[in-house]
């Protein structure tokens, strides 16, 4: 295990949610499915209690905690993109499976869990700053899923 991990609470699907997030995300898979020794407050001794897996790269824990604690906005993760048909390949399967969209390139997973799938062009139009950055970020309060050919646009004013 590492030093530092990401600790996801889910009601009782993290198993589920880590296999899904491995067949979408590069550099993701499932490392570990621990189950509960004994009965414990969201479930029964046998049933799968944490699970060990990465997302791009990044190493989580997923805790089937019951239904105490929702997962919110105030944690997301960013998935960095290098076009259209990969922001649209990510948004699609968080979507399609479930998920839900919502605004400036944020969507939810049938967990609850947020993600901001943000095109690399975006990213650097706003770390430009002045203008460019203006207009970068007035499109992108346009948009759900970002597009994009339209913030390359804006971009070049």
């Not at 499915?33 to 414990?40: E, I, L, R, S």
């Not at 203006?134 to 339209?150: E, G, I, P, S, Y």
Request: hydrophobic letters at 40%.
């Amino acid at each position: 295990m590492h030093k530092n991990t990401i600790c996801l609470w889910y009601d009782k699907d993290a198993e589920a949610a880590a296999n899904f997030y491995a067949s979408v995300f590069p550099d993701s898979a499932v490392t570990g499915v621990h189950k509960a020794p004994t009965d414990f407050p969201g479930g029964k001794a046998g049933q799968v209690l944490t699970v060990e897996f990465t997302v791009c790269g990044i190493p989580c824990l997923g805790l089937n905690g019951g239904d105490v604690f929702k997962q919110t906005e105030a944690f997301s993760f960013q998935i960095m993109t290098e076009d259209q048909a990969e922001t649209d390949r990510y948004w699609d399967a968080i979507v399609g499976n479930g998920g839900k969209e919502s605004e400036c390139g944020w969507c939810k997973d049938k967990w609850g869990l947020s993600w901001q799938i943000t095109p690399r062009v975006l990213t650097e139009a706003m770390a430009q700053g002045g203008d460019v950055a203006k207009r970068a970020f007035a499109a992108m309060m346009t948009m759900q899923k970002v597009d994009v050919a339209k913030i390359e646009a804006a971009v070049r004013g």
